[in-house]
């Protein structure tokens, strides 16, 4: 009976200590970390898509989005869609933001709120790792559309270590150019 009892024990053990999960490509379990640059100056401007995991509705068709500082932050999302027959149409949706703290913003707009945080920049700004706390997606954006592939790898690694599944980090799809 007690040999039994231990058994359950760790079976129960074993399934409490599973951490919960957002969509398949982040464990929620594992914390998401904020990286300690902030330089909203150097943050500012234009960032080109160059990873992601699985897009939400919400942000299908994302290639690029600018980060614009200020008495009202906010950022600018460049969608891109094609139909069957190639014909592609491109757009912008700006979204406000609110500061939630060093590198943290709530956005808002027309589906439910959303919140960015940045995860890891490099020294001189070109490439950076956004995620979300609730494992809705993680970018990897980067100043330009080519190169800087030991950035991009060190972006990557920093998402997995922060609970992103390196699997369900792909490319942008192909036919995204800007």
């Known amino acids: 009976m007690k040999l039994r009892f231990s058994r359950l024990s760790l079976l129960l053990l074993a399934a409490c200590a599973t951490a919960p999960s957002g969509p398949d490509y ?3 379990g594992q914390p998401l970390s904020v ?9 500012s401007g234009d960032w080109v898509l160059r990873a992601t995991t699985p ?6 068709g994302l290639i690029s ?11 600018t999302f460049t969608r891109r869609a094609c139909d069957a027959g190639g014909a592609c149409e491109t757009w912008r949706v700006t979204r406000p ?8 913003w709530r956005l808002s707009g027309p589906s439910e709120a959303l919140e960015l945080w940045v995860v890891w920049v490099d020294e001189g700004y070109r490439t950076a790792a956004i995620g979300t706390p609730d494992g809705s997606f993680g970018w990897v954006l ?3 559309a080519t190169g800087g592939g030991d950035r991009i790898t060190a972006a990557r690694e920093i998402l997995e270590f922060n609970g ?5 980090l792909g490319p942008r799809q192909e036919g995204d150019d800007i």
């Open 55 to 60: 897009p939400t509705p919400d942000m299908a």
């Open 164 to 168: 992103y599944d390196e699997g369900a």
């Open 26 to 28: 982040r464990d929620t």
């Open 65 to 75: 989005l600018a980060y614009r500082p200020g008495e009202t932050d906010a950022f």
């Open 142 to 144: 980067d100043r330009a």
């Open 97 to 104: 933001a609110t500061v939630l703290g060093p590198n943290r």
């Open 35 to 43: 990286t300690t640059r902030s330089d909203h100056a150097r943050l």
